[in-house]
């Protein structure tokens, strides 16, 4: 003889709850990360449109001095509250764990995507933009993986095929 399951109905409310909560939190830390990283990208092409390219090279390498990092960290940090509209702790809080997530990803795609190499290549700022741009795509991707849809991004100069009539 067979036994059905039945739950109790604050059993299975809680679950629903606990799934949307989690959607929720899921798209919160994309929209909070997609932040960070166009405030972090903001101050680095700010940096290098003044000029300090070699600034902005060594803090991506690691080998900035202790207050050029602390000066370019406190402006993201700052651009990053700003743009949350958060306030208080909590905002304090938001920025102390996504920043670092962000740079870390973003450093890590700098190694892997061989980006020291070409900076170094380039003098120019607009390369240098260029590159930036580009490391804030590898590390968009990164951060916000696009699983299971084969979703990818194409050159502008791809042939797309003809859609079929019906």
């Not at 109905?9 to 949307?20: E, I, K, Y």
């Not at 000066?71 to 958060?86: K, P």
């Not at 993986?145 to 990818?152: C, F, K, L, M, S």
């Amino acid at each position: 003889m067979k036994k059905s399951l039945h739950l109790p109905r604050f059993l299975h409310t809680a679950g629903q709850l606990t799934g949307l909560a989690a959607w929720q939190t899921g798209r919160l830390f994309r929209r909070v990360t997609r932040t960070a990283l166009d405030s972090v990208q903001e101050v680095l092409r700010a940096e290098v449109e003044k000029g300090n390219m070699r600034q902005v090279r060594e803090f991506l390498t690691g080998k900035a001095l202790p207050a050029a990092r602390a000066l370019l960290l406190e402006r993201m940090a700052a651009r990053v509250l700003v743009r949350l509209g958060l306030r208080g702790a909590l905002a304090s809080n938001v920025v102390g764990w996504v920043l670092p997530i962000v740079l870390e990803q973003l450093l890590k795609a700098a190694h892997s995507s061989g980006l020291w190499e070409k900076m170094r290549a380039t003098a120019t700022v607009q390369d240098t933009l260029y590159w930036l741009e580009e490391l804030k795509h590898t590390t968009l991707k990164r951060l916000l993986p696009d699983h299971g849809t084969g979703a990818e991004i194409l050159p502008d100069d791809t042939i797309l095929p003809l859609p079929l009539s019906a």
